[in-house]
């Protein structure tokens, strides 16, 4: 008896052992959640397949899976490009996407050494109304020619060019809005930012425009990625956190994984 009595008593004393333990613990476990990081960081909202309106896209996986391998929780902040780009620029917040290299970016915004996606520069046309044809491999356009574009886009130097040879650019706040305008006949031209993952016509289709607009020939590509703010005092850290953990998910497949999940059909390419 006395034998079964102490084994009783051993095992009723393992749930009080345990609630002990669990008790020491917590306050530990508690601070750890407490002292994991938080950053808000601006996202595109309007430059599919890469950032959706509704915080979705290729690049808006890349970014928080980057600072989450860091042990960095984002929480992005959807907001057109224009007041992305100007909020970060004046150190408002801490970095923005998807931004390509700019001259007024010196001294102000650093762009992480890796490009997110690489995306073309195309002029559209009106089908009814085509565009006189430039020599293969030039961006060309008659001088006076009202071409969209959209507000405050870095576009290749090809089609930055354009300006100085008497070319007019009317901005909008969407390559959409711009291939409506094209489509009735508000614009002669739009310059419109497409990739090579989708068809040519893809963003036509989505506008409805796709019977009015099409291809005309290219002005050039651009990388893009995400731009961290110089004047913010965490801005310099926070590049260093993402590019960190963008090196991180290339080596262990996450990158890969992100591609494959957004892009099926499409062969990843390093």
Known sequence: MRSAKMNSSKWQSRPMLLMCLLYLLAPSTVAA????????I???????PWSEHDGTGYANDVVVAAFK??????QLKVVPYARCKYM????????????????????????AAQP??????DIFE????????????TCTLPPGTVVGSVRDYEYSTQATALRSAGIVFESAESDGQNLQKLAARRLS????????LE????KAKLAGTEEAVRFAFSCGVVTATIGFSLTHPDGLRALKIYEEGYRRIQANGVLEQIHIRRFPSQPVVD
């Open 42 to 48: 601006l996202a595109e909202d309007a430059a599919p």
């Open 189 to 196: 031209a739009a310059l419109i930012v497409t990739n090579d």
């Open 126 to 137: 009106q089908v009814d109304a085509p565009l006189p044809k430039p020599s293969k491999g």
């Open 88 to 111: 970060v620029l004046n150190g408002t917040n801490i970095a923005c996407f998807n931004m390509s290299w700019s001259p007024e970016f010196e001294g102000k915004i650093k762009l």
């Open 199 to 202: 068809a040519k016509d893809q």
């Open 69 to 74: 391998e860091m042990a960095v929780d984002v």
């Open 33 to 40: 959640l407490e002292t994991r990081e938080t950053m808000t």
């Open 116 to 121: 997110i996606f690489t995306v073309n520069n």
